[in-house]
């Protein structure tokens, strides 16, 4: 999965939208309770660091398995530190990639979820950097 566009975030952001405090069923239609509305900011639910947060706009198959669809919207966080299984972004021989962070005994590799693609595996003479975690993934149904 490549990294198509890098878009910076807004931090002074604080456009309200209506939440309905009443949750939604997934399941069997539930009875509707007394509605109410608050507001919700977006960018306070989603954005923990702004001054380190990015959107990556991916392209491609190679996270399908991680619920990340080519074309969905990726918030990351350059002020979090990868940790084994988080999903990140690295460039990889000068190249964006979206992938999940392996360090096992030392042993670094990136690994998309997808069986079809193997990982890639990481070594002295890999020139990587990782760019950030991973922290949300916006994906639309519609436009």
């Excluded at 990351?76 to 005994?105: F, N, P, S």
């Excluded at 042993?107 to 950030?132: C, F, H, K, M, T």
């Amino acid at each position: 999965m490549r990294v198509t566009a890098v878009f910076s975030v807004d931090e002074f952001s604080s456009e309200l939208i209506p939440l309905a405090t009443m949750p939604v069923s997934a399941g069997f239609p539930s009875p509707a309770d007394d509605y109410a509305e608050e507001k919700l900011n977006l960018h306070e639910l989603l954005v923990a660091h702004p001054a380190a947060t990015f959107f990556v706009r991916a392209i491609g198959t190679s996270m399908i398995d991680a619920g990340i669809k080519s074309g969905d919207m990726l918030i990351v966080d350059r002020a979090l530190q990868a940790r084994d299984g988080a999903i990140v972004i690295a460039v990889v021989d000068g190249e964006m990639t979206v992938k999940r962070y392996h360090d096992r005994c030392g042993q670094l590799r990136l690994v998309a979820d997808n069986p079809n693609q193997p990982p890639i595996q990481l070594g002295p003479e890999s020139e990587v950097q990782v760019w950030g975690v991973v922290t949300s993934v916006i994906h639309q149904f519609q436009r």
